[in-house]
């Protein structure tokens, strides 16, 4: 598998690329995500964004409405089948930090976001 630092550089370079293939390479079809930002364009009060073509067609849309939004890498956290990146992110100038947990195919199952 790949390294915890790795992973957050390549997250972030597809970020940074808006390029949502390859972000989504990293999702697993099942992926559940749970973001607040996320009621804006889902409507779902509970932030959950469920299965990897609801993620999909939810990022596309947050990409759309800010096109020049990019991600600067502050630091990596390692956990057990689990990263957390932390990163500075041009939309908001906020402080975000992403958790994500690994199924056993190395790809992620689980992912969180928390904002400054």
């Known amino acids: 598998m790949i390294s915890a630092d790795d992973l957050a550089v390549d997250w972030i370079a597809a970020w940074n690329a808006h390029d949502l293939p390859l972000i989504l ?3 697993s079809d099942e992926v559940v995500f749970v973001s607040p930002a996320s009621t804006r364009f889902t409507g779902d009060p ?3 964004v469920v299965g990897k ?3 999909a067609d939810y990022w596309q849309r947050a990409l ?3 096109p020049d939004l990019k991600f600067t890498l502050l630091a ?3 956990g057990p089948e689990s990263v957390a990146i932390r990163y500075h992110s041009s939309r908001t100038g906020a402080e975000v930090v ?3 947990r690994f ?3 190395g790809q992620v199952v689980e ?3 928390y904002y400054e």
């Open 53 to 55: 073509a609801a993620l």
């Open 103 to 105: 199924g056993p195919e």
């Open 46 to 48: 509970t932030g959950r």
């Open 98 to 100: 992403e958790t994500l």
């Open 111 to 113: 992912a969180s976001a």
């Open 25 to 27: 390479s990293h999702y």
């Open 64 to 66: 759309e409405r800010v």
């Open 76 to 78: 990596v956290y390692r």
